[in-house]
């Protein structure tokens, strides 16, 4: 239920999909979300 609603939030947040990895190297994709606290430090700034 969760997944459906955080989809359609992301979509209309508009946020990028994942990244495909290389064909060489597909452990080394490291994928950066920041955290709530760090949106704030962006707003307050």
Request: hydrophobic fraction near 40%; charged fraction near 20%.
């Given at each position: ?15 990028p ?29």
């Amino acid at each position: 239920m969760f997944e459906g609603l955080r989809t359609h939030v992301l979509r209309l947040m508009r946020v990028p999909p994942a990244p495909t990895p290389l064909l060489g190297a597909p452990n080394s994709v490291r994928i950066f979300r920041a955290g709530d606290n760090y949106y704030k430090l962006r707003l307050f700034g």
